[in-house]
T-cell receptor, first 117, second 107 residues
Framework: DTGVSQNPRHKITKRGQNVTFRCDPISEHNRLYWYRQTLGQGPEFLTYFQNEAQLEKSRLLSDRFSAERPKGSFSTLEIQRTEQGDSAMYLC???????????????FGSGTRLTVV | DAKTTQPTSMDCAEGRAANLPCNHSTISGNEYVYWYRQIHSQGPQYIIHGLKNNETNEMASLIITEDRKSSTLILPHATLRDTAVYYCIVREGKLIFGQGTELSVKP
C-alpha cells in the first residue's frame, strides 16, 4: 500500500460544469476525510466517513457538493455547477479506527487542485 | 475554529534546532496535541503527538508544559527540506487546522 491516492492531481474546469474527484484511502483504514484548502490558509474540514456511513458534514459543504463512499473503500467528491470560489486544493485523508487514531493520526493524500475559469 | 495560536512565520539556520511554539490555553484534559507539517503542494504530514508527557520520535521532539497550556515542537537539526508550514492542533474529534507557522530554513 502506497498511502492515500487522489485523482486527478489537477483539474481545470469552466464555471458551471460538474467535477468529480476520487480518493483511495489506505486499505485497512475505515475512516475517510475530505478537506478543502485555499491559498495561504490551513485545510478546512468538509466531511468524513466511517466505512460507508457519512457521519459529519461541515456547513461549508453546500448543496452543490456531495460525497460518497459506496462500499467503504474509495470515496468520490462531486461539485455541481462549479463556481470560481470553488477553486482550491481538495485533500483526502484516512485513519484507522477511533481508538487507534490517537496513536497514528491521519494520512493525507497529495490533493486535487481545482481551478474554475 | 482552531483552539491554538502560533506565530505566523519563523526562520531557522540550517543545522540549528528549530523551536516552534504553540499556545493552547483552553485545552481540556483528554485532548491531545498534534503536530503536522505541509510542504508546498503536498498534503499535510503527521509529525508527532502527545497528551501530557514529552515525546520524541525520529522526526522531532514535543515538549508540553506541565499545565498543558502550551507546547513546543523541536526539530533538532533543521535541514532545507524542513521548510514547510507547521500546524499545531488540539484534537477534538476531527482535526481542525489553524493558519500554522511558516518555517523557512536558510543555508
Amino acid at each position: 500500500d502506497t498511502g492515500v491516492s487522489q485523482n486527478p492531481r489537477h483539474k481545470i474546469t469552466k464555471r458551471g460544469q460538474n467535477v468529480t474527484f476520487r480518493c483511495d484511502p489506505i486499505s485497512e483504514h475505515n475512516r475517510l476525510y475530505w478537506y478543502r484548502q485555499t491559498l495561504g490558509q490551513g485545510p478546512e474540514f468538509l466531511t468524513y466517513f466511517q466505512n460507508e456511513a457519512q457521519l459529519e458534514k461541515s456547513r461549508l459543504l453546500s448543496d452543490r457538493f456531495s460525497a460518497e463512499r459506496p462500499k467503504g473503500s474509495f470515496s468520490t467528491l462531486e461539485i455541481q455547477r462549479t463556481e470560481q470560489g470553488d477553486s482550491a486544493m481538495y485533500l483526502c485523508a484516512s485513519s484507522p479506527t477511533a481508538q487507534d487514531l490517537y496513536h497514528y493520526g491521519y494520512t493525507f493524500g497529495s490533493g486535487t487542485r481545482l481551478t474554475v475559469v | 475554529d482552531a483552539k491554538t495560536t502560533q506565530p505566523t512565520s519563523m526562520d531557522c539556520a540550517e543545522g540549528r534546532a528549530a523551536n516552534l511554539p504553540c499556545n493552547h490555553s483552553t485545552i481540556s484534559g483528554n485532548e491531545y496535541v498534534y503536530w503536522y507539517r505541509q510542504i508546498h503542494s503536498q498534503g499535510p504530514q503527521y509529525i508527532i503527538h502527545g497528551l501530557k508527557n514529552n515525546e520524541t520520535n525520529e522526526m522531532a521532539s514535543l515538549i508540553i508544559t506541565e499545565d498543558r497550556k502550551s507546547s513546543t515542537l523541536i526539530l533538532p537539526h533543521a535541514t532545507l527540506r524542513d521548510t514547510a508550514v507547521y500546524y499545531c492542533i488540539v484534537r477534538e474529534g476531527k482535526l481542525i487546522f489553524g493558519q500554522g507557522t511558516e518555517l523557512s530554513v536558510k543555508p
